[in-house]
């Protein structure tokens, strides 16, 4: 059975940093892209950055450019994102998601076929 499981998530104040991780296991996930989305409350999920099979590619969405990091670690099965610079339009449940066939970063939704079960990352003014 195929699991992604997220950690990291939490409260912390504006101007703050956190390092989510995303744990896989069931399959390796060393030739997928794999990517980072997150929802807030009574809003859509939204791309927030992906990273292609070997780590060498990544594309982030513009609102939080230059502000995380993602990356992977193939031999450990393991996703990370690096959040600096938190500000409270950033609280969401962050998930963690990966594709079945695609080795190029993406950003859409729809080419994700596995996903985590989220963790909150809460922001205080």
């Known amino acids: 059975q195929v699991q992604l499981v997220e950690s990291g998530g939490g409260l912390v104040q504006a101007g703050g940093s956190l390092r989510l991780s995303c744990a896989a296991s069931?399959?390796?996930?060393?030739?997928?892209?794999m990517g980072w989305f997150r929802q807030a409350p009574g809003k859509e999920r939204e791309f927030v950055a992906a990273i292609d099979w070997s780590g060498g590619r990544s594309y982030y969405a513009d609102s939080v450019k230059g502000g995380y990091t993602i990356s992977r670690d193939n031999a450990k099965n393991t996703m990370y994102l690096h959040m600096d610079r938190l500000k409270p339009e950033d609280t969401a449940v962050y998930y963690c998601a990966a594709t079945r066939t695609i080795s190029y970063a993406t950003g859409r939704l729809s080419d994700y076929d596995y996903w985590g079960q989220g963790t909150q990352v809460t922001v205080s003014s």
């Open positions: 069931g399959r390796t996930f060393s030739r997928s892209a």
